[in-house]
């Protein structure tokens, strides 16, 4: 049974497969069919790098935090022999002892920097891997606007005159309508496999990222509808 609260890697891969078929039947040759393939791609990406991101991210959690504890240590240590050291030799004055607290302060404020340092180290890295995955998924949604850009229902009004420089497209009202269609389809798709990337992580820099790229795809889509909706008018 199909797990409903959690976006499948596989299912994305499957819809971007059909799709593709669905592309090159209708369009072959065309550039737009080769965004689907390069889509597939990072989907396969983000599925088969998760187990190595998390294994690492694990190994590097461990690492971290053996570290911490030995930092926590030696501090602790370190704290204790000062105040030993100065007991033992005891302090006349009350002023004596404000290089202690003085050395004490600066230890503590030191270890706790390295500690937080050294726990945000495993959370850092797969920050940057996500990141890294979901800037290849946004310039690819810039790349599929680019190709509807040049898809203008105007050009089918009666009273419309082309000039040197106006881009044929190549393709009838009904043609057009399906390429804008499958432009829509396959931004879709981006946000969903932008969606995979974070199904791992809480990281609030990495969900802000993908939220980032669906109100990019969104807006993108509602762009190619219009379009859709006065070629229908037309």
């Excluded at 082309?162 to 309508?177: C, F, G, I, K």
Aim: hydrophobic letters at 45%; glycine letters at 4%; one cysteine or more.
């Amino acid at each position: 049974m199909a797990d409903l609260d959690r976006l499948a890697a596989r299912e994305v891969r499957l819809t971007v497969d059909r799709l593709e078929e669905r592309i090159a039947a209708r369009f072959p040759g065309r550039g737009i069919g080769r965004l689907v393939v390069r889509l597939g791609a990072l989907v396969d990406d983000v599925d088969t790098s998760a187990p190595d991101r998390n294994r690492r991210q694990r190994q590097a959690r461990l690492a971290s935090r053996v570290v911490a504890a030995l930092v926590l240590v030696a501090t602790v240590v370190a704290m204790g022999l000062a105040l030993r050291d100065a007991l033992d030799h005891g302090v006349e004055r009350t002023v004596d002892w404000l290089p202690l607290i003085e050395s004490t302060i600066n230890d503590l404020v030191f270890a706790a920097i390295a500690l937080f340092f050294l726990y945000s180290i495993p959370e850092r890295l797969q920050r940057g891997r996500s990141l890294a995955l979901l800037h290849r998924l946004r310039s690819l949604a810039h790349v599929v606007d680019m190709h509807q850009l040049t898809k203008d229902p105007e050009r089918f009004r009666p009273d419309f005159v082309a000039t040197a420089r106006s881009v044929d497209p190549r393709l009838t009202p009904a043609e057009m309508e399906r390429y804008l269609d499958y432009c829509s389809e396959i931004l879709s798709l981006v946000g969903k496999t932008a969606a995979l990337v974070a199904e791992e992580s809480r990281d609030a820099v990495v969900l802000d990222a993908v939220a980032g790229i669906e109100n990019l795809t969104t807006s993108m889509s509602r762009k190619i509808w219009q379009k859709i909706t006065l070629l229908s008018r037309l």
